[in-house]
């Protein structure tokens, strides 16, 4: 899972698809390592979430 998240993470074009997709990659993290790594990556997409803003007009897609 931690693979699939950083393939989602280094994404050229990022879409609303892919974040999606990345949360609910969190959903399924079971260890610890798995939620640490996926922690740092969550970081790092955050960063990234104007690009997928600009795709839907808002980040009224945002999920707690």
Same mark, same amino acid.
């Given at each position: 899972?931690?693979?699939?998240?950083?393939?989602? !993470?280094?994404?050229? +074009?990022?879409?609303? +698809? +892919?974040?999606? %997709? !990345?949360?609910?990659?969190?959903?399924?993290? %079971?260890?610890? &390592?798995? *939620? !640490?790594?996926?922690?740092?990556?969550?970081? /790092? &997409?955050?960063?990234?979430?104007?690009? *997928?803003?600009? %795709?839907? /007009?808002?980040?009224? &897609?945002? %999920?707690?």
């Amino acid at each position: 899972m931690i693979e699939e998240a950083r393939k989602i !993470f280094n994404k050229k +074009d990022l879409t609303l +698809d +892919d974040y999606n %997709k !990345f949360i609910e990659l969190k959903n399924k993290m %079971k260890t610890n &390592f798995e *939620i !640490f790594e996926y922690s740092w990556l969550a970081e /790092g &997409f955050e960063l990234r979430l104007p690009e *997928i803003a600009k %795709k839907v /007009g808002n980040y009224s &897609f945002i %999920k707690e």
